[in-house]
């Protein structure tokens, strides 16, 4: 059950945008469409930002896009704005009844 | 509203045991897969377990198999996870999460368990 990779930390200008990458295997991203995105806060719990790898939820911003190519995620953020800053993290699926994974982990800071 | 509302977390001794409850209001809870998302002081999020619509499927992490143990009770809306021989690394926020859509959904505010002698 590893882990997906996701960088660190990545920075960016109000205004900018940015992208945040998830890389799997082909048993987790890269098989299947069931890649989400999560938002969390200081202190907070995670918030659904992108689910089945491109779908928003109701409420969420369309600053927020996200998409895949091979065993690669990515959740994009145009538009940059101060409140956008926190720790982002991909997770993936691969059937029912399998484990869930998440990455690691992105700090997000808004420069 | 979705509401999920943990509680049950605290200090326990390595060894010992706590029972985490999470009570769900808003939604048809017997309709949805339900799990438990665990997060250590200062670290990721990692997906500890989960269960289906009537408990007949049920699946953990390999660190927590064979000394967790999740349950839930439709008639009262509610989740449970029995953590029993617990160790220093299992000292985490421990959530619940609704699971709809292949994503977690919803989630509860978190309740913390601290592992310490």
């Known amino acids: 059950q590893s882990a997906l990779t996701q960088p660190a930390s990545v920075s960016g200008s109000p205004g900018q945008s940015i992208t945040i990458s998830c890389t799997g295997t082909?048993?987790?991203?890269?098989?299947?469409?069931?890649v989400s995105w999560y938002q969390q806060y200081p202190g907070k719990a995670p918030k659904l930002m992108i689910y089945e790898v491109s779908n928003r939820p109701s409420g969420v911003s369309n600053r927020f896009s996200g998409s895949k190519s091979g065993n690669t995620a990515s959740l994009t953020i145009s538009g940059l704005q101060a409140e956008d800053e926190g720790d982002y993290y991909c997770s993936s699926n691969r059937r029912p009844g399998t484990p869930w994974v998440f990455g690691g982990g992105t700090k997000l800071t808004v420069l | 509203d979705v509401q999920l509302v943990e509680s049950g977390g605290g200090l326990v001794q390595p060894g010992g045991s706590l029972r985490l409850s999470c009570v769900a209001s808003?939604?048809?809870?017997?309709?949805?897969?339900m799990n438990w998302v665990r997060q250590a002081p200062g670290k990721g999020l990692e997906w500890v377990a989960n269960i289906n619509q009537d408990e007949s499927e049920r699946y953990y992490v390999d660190s927590v198999r064979g000394r967790f143990t999740v349950s839930r009770d439709n008639t009262k809306n509610s989740l449970y996870l029995q953590l029993n021989s617990l160790r220093a690394d299992d000292t985490a926020v421990y959530y619940c999460a609704r699971s709809s859509d292949w994503s977690f959904d919803n989630w509860g505010q978190g309740t913390l368990v601290t592992v310490s002698s």
């Open positions: 808003g939604f048809a809870f017997s309709n949805y897969w």
């Open positions: 082909s048993s987790d991203v890269g098989g299947y469409n069931y």
